[in-house]
């Protein structure tokens, strides 16, 4: 009886393989050859599931998004309110998150030039700053924010300030640590 094989559940699997590899050797590195490998499957079933690597790439950026969309809708769901968990589920806290961050640096690199790699992190963005919104008009209907705190405004500052750290904390986690990297929003939202 031949087996059978879960293809979702396989392209998560490569997926997440080429996603090791683009954080710790760089986009250079990651080839369907080196998927393979790194998964023991051969370059044929990797090419099944992905006929180039920027068909891959587009993929693992997208599933992602998702994963992290999903990670922070949980957590919203656990508690609306609860901006610093947010934080914590966007910001590199652990090796799983510096390991998204780099490759969403690696895929931004891309984006610059090719239409369909722009279109994919403008709507990544968007579903960030759509969940921000939503915890900052939540606190404001619950009195957490100032009177005629404006939310939108609040949004963005914020999505700025998760990428400015995340690119310094990538790179210098030691400097970066997870308290500071919270900490450092807490106080520059604070002073708005």
Not at 163 to 185: C, H, K, T, Y
């Amino acid at each position: 009886m031949p087996r059978i094989v879960d293809h979702d559940q396989r392209r998560a699997e490569l997926a997440k393989a080429a996603r090791a590899i683009v954080a710790t050797e760089g986009i250079e590195a990651l080839t369907i050859a080196r998927v393979a490998v790194a998964t023991g499957y051969s370059s044929g079933v990797v090419n099944h599931y992905f006929a180039n690597k920027r068909q891959m790439l587009l993929y693992m950026y997208t599933s992602t998004v998702e994963q992290v969309q999903a990670r922070l809708k949980a957590q919203l769901a656990r508690s609306p309110l609860n901006l610093d968990a947010c934080l914590k589920a966007f910001l590199p806290m652990n090796e799983e998150q510096q390991h998204e961050w780099l490759l969403w640096f690696a895929f931004w690199g891309m984006a610059i030039t090719d239409l369909e790699f722009q279109m994919a992190q403008r709507r990544g963005l968007r579903g960030a700053q759509d969940l921000l919104l939503g915890i900052f008009q939540e606190q404001a209907r619950h009195g957490l924010l100032p009177a005629g705190a404006d939310c939108d405004f609040l949004t963005h500052h914020c999505i700025a300030l998760i990428n400015g750290i995340a690119v310094q904390a990538v790179f210098d986690l030691q400097e970066w640590p997870p308290r500071r990297q919270l900490s450092f929003i807490k106080k520059a939202l604070a002073l708005i």
